[in-house]
């Protein structure tokens, strides 16, 4: 069975702090793809980034990272220099092809950044 | 511009009513899906379409119906069988060549008066 955990359910920081997001996975797929979608108050789900399981380097864009470590089965999300745009819940989310592909969703991280 | 759009953003339903959701994309995407996100919790997958005349029951499909007509369009109506209808309800589509990566459109709101 697939399984995506984000143990923190909310984090609060003060901006310009860094912050990272957690996600553990479950499967026993050698094949799957990892994604990061952040979810704005407005509602809209925003694709981050995916990762496919062959991949393990890291990846940055702009203030954004991701660390995907297949020996721990985690792939972390971390914000640099946080700013009050970045508050938004973040749900971290996994696919495997025997699936048909469809997304095993973790059950998000609210992340506030105050000023 | 290529996108998702859902219509309407905020619907109410009166009880034993049943209201359709509306999903159209320009992506020329193959697969579409709704999925249902209640307050403070993930979302669940309610059904999904990989093709035209196609489509298949998710994680909580009891209540609803779908159909798949035009490759663009994906309508989502809610039921009166569907007894806590109240929720987010948002829809997602991929391609052919990247089935695995899901994009959203903005949401619809539903609301029971």
């Known amino acids: 069975a697939q399984k995506v955990t984000q143990a923190q359910t909310e984090i609060s920081v003060v901006e310009k702090e860094d912050v990272t997001l957690d996600c553990v996975y479950e499967?026993?797929?050698?094949?799957?793809?990892l994604f990061w979608y952040k979810q704005p108050p407005s509602g809209e789900l925003v694709f981050l980034i995916r990762?496919?399981?062959?991949d393990e380097q890291n990846e940055i864009s702009g203030r954004y990272s991701w660390n995907f470590q297949k020996s721990t089965s985690s792939f972390n999300f971390t914000i640099t220099a946080s700013q009050v745009v970045d508050s938004a819940v973040y749900f971290c989310?996994?696919?495997?092809?025997?699936?048909?592909?469809?997304?095993?969703w973790g059950a998000g991280t609210k992340l506030i950044i105050k000023p | 511009d290529g996108g998702i759009t859902q219509s309407p953003k905020y619907l109410f339903r009166k009880e034993g009513q049943n209201v359709t959701l509306s999903c159209e994309q320009n992506?020329?995407?193959?697969?579409m899906y709704w999925y249902r996100q209640d307050p403070g919790q993930g979302l669940r997958l309610i059904y999904y379409?990989?093709?035209?005349?196609?489509?298949q029951k998710g994680d909580i499909a009891e209540g609803y119906s779908v159909s798949r007509e035009k490759k663009e369009s994906f309508p989502l109506t809610v039921t009166s069988a569907q007894k806590n209808p109240t929720a987010f309800y948002l829809c997602?589509?991929?391609?052919?060549?990247?089935?695995?990566?899901?994009?959203f459109g903005p949401g619809t709101r539903l609301l029971v008066l």
């Open positions: 379409s990989q093709i035209v005349n196609d489509f």
């Open positions: 989310a996994l696919s495997v092809t025997d699936s048909n592909y469809q997304l095993i």
């Open positions: 997602a589509s991929s391609s052919r060549q990247r089935r695995e990566t899901q994009y």
């Open positions: 499967t026993r797929d050698t094949t799957y793809y």
């Open positions: 990762r496919n399981s062959f």
């Open positions: 992506l020329n995407h193959d697969a």
